[in-house]
């Protein structure tokens, strides 16, 4: 199977910035964009990135900037969700892709749900992995709490069970060689030789400039009319069951996964995950 690392310089009205993105497949197969959560980076996809690639997708799974190996604000205020749609726009249009299918985990998410009403021809499918058109204030309280606080480790071991000790609550049950995988793949070196997370602790000023929960998605949700699949973690304090009901009450018809064993969100890593993905991108 075909896998490639890419750095890519997006020009877009100031002196250019890298976005990095990884990619599985044939050229030739129908593009699905894999978007990242709020800490996330292109990584979070490497599990399930093969398998739909084995469908026949192209798959592409960006960094977001401030995450992974794309660039590092040196303005904290650039991190918001216009630079983050102008970013892909821009990738998309540089790689001559016209139409996808998009993925989303939770910020991938509410970034697909604009995305889709504001650009409709360029979207084809849509999965959202656990949120919705809205999200409940007191768990961006939470979130935002916890990152905006650096975290400092002696070695990767250390990040790795700070992980198993958060993330395990949320991502559902993970093998051990997917636990030390992804925590290679969460850690960055400082330059002081310290092991701290892969993004830009600057990215919690987002909850500063744009409030989540008070900014209204559901005039775009309303006018979506792809077909959706929407994840949902069982546990989730996020996309809550009130969520849920309201979402069917307007907007697209989607199909809904819960995941009984998961909160927020889903890892998208475990066999269950990833077959129940794939039987729906096979069908839909």
């Known amino acids: 199977m075909n896998y490639e690392e890419h750095i890519h310089t997006i020009e877009n009205g100031d002196s250019g910035h890298e976005l990095a993105y990884c990619e599985w497949g044939e050229k030739e197969g129908f593009p699905i964009l894999c978007v990242h959560g709020l800490t996330g980076n292109s990584t979070d996809f490497d599990y399930?990135?093969?398998?739909?690639?084995?469908?026949?997708?192209?798959?592409?799974?960006?960094?977001l900037p401030g995450r992974g190996n794309s660039t590092y604000f040196d303005d904290p205020l650039r991190y918001n969700y216009d630079q983050y749609l102008?970013?892909?726009?821009?990738?998309?249009?540089d790689l001559e892709i016209q139409h996808i299918?998009?993925?989303?985990?939770?910020?991938?998410?509410?970034?697909?749900?604009?995305?889709?009403?504001?650009r409709p021809a360029l979207i084809r499918r849509l999965i959202i992995n656990d949120v919705g058109p809205e999200v409940p204030k007191h768990a961006l309280d939470f979130i935002y709490n916890v990152i905006k606080v650096p975290?400092?480790?002696?070695?990767?071991?250390?990040?790795?069970?700070?992980?198993?000790?958060?993330?395990?609550?949320?991502?559902?049950?993970?093998?051990?060689?997917?636990?030390?995988?992804?925590?290679?793949?969460?850690?960055?070196?400082?330059?002081?030789g310290r092991i701290t997370y892969s993004y830009d602790p600057e990215i919690a000023r987002i909850f500063e400039t744009e409030p989540t929960g008070s900014s209204d998605l559901w005039p775009c949700w309303n006018t979506i009319?792809?077909?959706?699949?929407i994840l949902h973690g069982g546990k989730s304090v996020l996309l809550t069951?009130?969520?849920?009901?309201?979402m069917r009450q307007s907007g697209p018809k989607f199909d809904l996964i819960t995941f009984d064993d998961c909160g927020h969100v889903?890892?998208?890593?475990?066999?269950?995950?990833?077959?129940?993905i794939s039987r729906w991108m096979g069908q839909a």
């Open 48 to 63: 399930i990135a093969p398998a739909l690639a084995r469908l026949g997708y192209r798959v592409i799974a960006i960094d």
């Open 151 to 192: 975290y400092f480790f002696e070695t990767v071991g250390e990040l790795e069970a700070r992980m198993r000790a958060t993330r395990g609550l949320t991502w559902g049950p993970l093998s051990d060689d997917q636990w030390t995988h992804m925590a290679k793949c969460n850690a960055r070196r400082t330059d002081d």
């Open 241 to 246: 069951q009130d969520i849920i009901k309201k």
């Open 266 to 276: 889903p890892s998208l890593m475990t066999k269950e995950h990833i077959s129940a």
């Open 225 to 229: 009319t792809q077909p959706t699949l």
């Open 101 to 118: 299918d998009w993925l989303g985990i939770s910020l991938g998410g509410l970034l697909a749900i604009r995305a889709a009403s504001e």
């Open 86 to 93: 102008n970013d892909i726009y821009t990738l998309l249009h």
